[in-house]
């Protein structure tokens, strides 16, 4: 039986969307308000899912305590209360929008885990905007 199970989280971090090869007008007309030169901040909710067949044995597609943490040691640790732009160093040369975060939360996550699974990131910037990205 294949299926998904998901592990939700939550983090909250400060960014700042910007170019420097960009000027401050263009930054300002493509970022608007999330250019602030004085970062801005979200309460970022997260689910992940965990593609796979359920072990006849256990029961279980994987130990759900093993996802919390690996998202605690992965995401939780490293994301929360940080400015991204200054203080993770995915985001050194990678401008921090959803996107990039959940592509860099699904690198982190998939690396840590059995091959063997499929995963999706689903990330929640507010409670209406979201980016779901499944390694494609």
Known sequence: MRLTVYRK???NAAHRLHKSEWSDEKNVAIFGKCNNPNYH???YD?????????DP??????DLKILKDVIKSEVENAFDHKNLNVEVPEFAALNPTAENIAFVIYNKIKAKLDVKYDIEIKLYETERNFVVYKGE
């Not at 997260?46 to 359920?54: K, Q």
Request: glycine letters at 20%; hydrophobic letters at 40%.
């Open 9 to 11: 989280a939550h983090f």
């Open 41 to 43: 901040g979200h309460n």
């Open 46 to 54: 997260l689910e992940v899912g965990v593609t796979g067949e359920v």
């Open 57 to 62: 044995e256990t029961g279980y597609l994987i």
